[in-house]
């Protein structure tokens, strides 16, 4: 999921800033991809200087592959430290988002209280977010966006990549709400009310501010009924009524609920047996078991029926 605000203003900026602050006026070359550069020693001003221009010109591979040739060369140095961050910063303009991701990680593992640390964490956190994929595939790179984002507003939070990262942050849970609800909505549609309703009581507990939690409300609504409480059927109706009162989704909880209304059931004397002695569940007697034993029993095959589970619409 690329999203028109990952390219920021202030992600461009900050990149820009970093160039400018380690420019050089010598010049150098280097061949196509980062298999194809031989390690030939070269001083740190010409290896920058050439990455730095191969990034000017949009060469992000080759850009890359030089700023690391610049740690490998002169790792001591202070340009090293600059140029992990510059590579990240290419492989992500390339797209290669797994090798960005890597030296940012990098960066932060040899100099985690640098001051250009907040942007190896943003970097971290882009490269993740820019791979989330949509909601009928697996979630966990969308995890991993939320963790590292996370991270990044609680080590630096008055920041302004913390500002942007929140933003993605809310993204991010509406994201992974959206995947809840499409489980949801598959077991729903195959009768298994409890693995559905599990999913959509998800949504509403962890996801209550995302998008999704009106539909969640409503489908609660459903699986609560299928399940036999209705009181829990208008528990979820009535929350839904309280916060959402003019979505479509308040409308359906509500008309279901009317389709439904309470059964009284009558109070129990007390002394008197739950279960009627006379009734169809109370216990047999001798004769009774003898004659039923007399029958031939149906074959089941170990199947079984669910005849009262409504199927409410989708």
Not at 226 to 251: I, T
Not at 261 to 288: D, E, R, Y
Request: glycine share 6%; charged share 20%; proline share 6%.
């Amino acid at each position: 999921m690329r999203t028109p605000h990952a390219r920021s203003p202030l992600f461009r900026a900050t990149a820009l800033a970093l160039i400018a602050a380690t420019a050089f006026t010598t010049a150098g070359c280097a061949k196509r991809g980062k298999s194809d550069i031989p390690y030939i020693a070269r001083d740190v001003g010409t290896l920058y200087t050439t990455a730095r221009q191969r990034l000017d010109n949009g060469d992000y591979k080759v850009a890359a592959a030089l700023f690391d040739e610049v740690e490998r060369q002169h790792p001591y140095s202070v340009w090293a430290r600059r140029a992990q961050l510059m590579s990240a910063f290419s492989y992500y303009l390339a797209h290669d988002y797994t090798a960005s991701i890597q030296s940012a990680q990098r960066f932060l593992s040899v100099h985690p209280g640098n001051r250009d640390a907040p942007y190896a964490y943003y970097l971290v956190s882009l490269g993740y977010y820019e791979q989330i994929s949509d909601v009928t595939r697996d979630q966990k790179i969308t995890q991993q966006a939320l963790d590292s984002l996370g991270e990044l507003t609680r080590r630096y939070p008055n920041t302004k990549y913390a500002a942007d990262a929140r933003l993605k942050i809310d993204l991010v849970r509406d994201h992974l709400a959206g995947k809840e609800m499409e489980i949801g909505r598959f077991y729903e549609r195959r009768g298994l009310w409890l693995a559905a309703d599990g999913r959509f009581r998800r949504v509403v507990e962890n996801y209550q501010t995302t998008t999704h939690a009106p539909e969640a409300l409503m489908r609660l609504t459903e699986t609560s009924l299928a399940l036999g409480v209705p009181d829990e059927a208008r528990k979820s109706a009535a929350v839904l009524g309280a916060n959402y009162p003019g979505s479509q989704w308040y409308e359906r909880a509500y008309k279901l609920s009317q389709e439904h209304p309470p059964v009284a059931v009558a109070a129990i004397a007390p002394g008197q047996p739950i279960v009627p002695l006379n009734s169809a569940l109370s216990i047999p007697t001798k004769s009774k078991e003898i004659n039923r034993d007399t029958r031939a029993a149906p074959v089941t095959n170990g199947s079984s029926t669910n005849p009262g589970n409504p199927n409410p619409g989708q």
